[in-house]
T-cell receptor, first 113, second 117 residues
Framework: KAGVTQTPRYLIKTRGQQVTLSCSPI?????VSWYQQTPGQGLQFLFE???????NKGNFPGRFSGRQFSNSRSEMNVSTLELGDSALYLC????????????FGPGTRLTVL | GQQLNQSPQSMFIQEGEDVSMNCTSS?????WLWYKQDPGEGPVLLIA?????ELTSNGRLTAQFGITRKDSFLNISASIPSDVGIYFC?????????????????FGKGTLLTVNP
């Protein structure tokens, strides 16, 4: 079974631009969560989607948004990029079959100049 | 929000030595997960724990869910060079939702493990 895939793997943007990151979960997994990882703050939860609905949200500004499609693929968008948005953005999927195990993709490394 | 205190922050050991790291929380968790992350990659799930007192092994790795539900530890026996990486604990706080629909993971800051051949 293929793992979680994320595209692109690397992105360079400038301040003020917007960016869209994509995540394809493990086949059959319907829950997709997004995390931001930085050296200073570690791994921080952004939001979680299930059946195209956002069920949980972390403490990030409204510039961070996401959505999930009917095939469970998910995208996250960051508008009006700031230097501090430079991070590794990780997507994780879960089957929700009685376990809380989340499986991570390789991440998208975003650099904001 | 929830905080997980993971220690030590870093470890430098010789190949063949055993390693132990732990995570503590001020509140109760109903799940503990241990992940390993290599540079430039996403975290890989090593062990999942669901019951207080549960002791689970995965090869040379052993993890336990603390009886108080506020801590967990991970042991690595007979370390080898490929054990190098950052180890994270993560968990789901017990928010009283027995349905388990809250899939927000809280992570520790990680333990950087270096193994000297």
């Amino acid at each position: 079974k293929a793992g979680v895939t994320q595209t692109p793997r690397y992105l360079i943007k400038t301040r003020g631009q917007q960016v869209t990151l994509s995540c394809s979960p493990i086949s059959g997994h319907r829950s997709v969560s997004w995390y931001q990882q930085t050296p200073g703050q570690g791994l921080q939860f952004l939001f979680e989607y299930f059946s195209e609905t956002q069920r949980n949200k972390g403490n990030f500004p409204g510039r961070f948004s996401g959505r999930q499609f009917s095939n469970s693929r998910s995208e996250m968008n960051v508008s009006t990029l700031e230097l501090g948005d430079s991070a590794l953005y990780l997507c994780a999927s879960s089957s929700l079959r009685g376990t809380n195990e989340q499986f991570f993709g390789p991440g998208t490394r975003l650099t904001v100049l | 929000g929830q905080q997980l205190n993971q220690s030590p922050q870093s470890m430098f050991i010789q190949e063949g030595e055993d390693v132990s790291m732990n995570c503590t929380s001020s509140s109760i968790f109903n799940t503990w997960l241990w992940y390993k992350q290599d540079p430039g990659e996403g975290p890989v799930l090593l062990i999942a724990l669901y019951k207080a007192g549960e002791l689970t092994s995965n090869g040379r790795l052993t993890a336990q869910f603390g009886i108080t539900r506020k801590d967990s530890f991970l042991n690595i026996s007979a370390s080898i060079p490929s054990d190098v990486g950052i180890y994270f604990c993560a968990g789901h706080p017990d928010d009283g939702n027995s349905g388990g629909s809250n899939y927000k993971l809280t992570f520790g800051k990680g333990t950087l493990l270096t193994v000297n051949p």
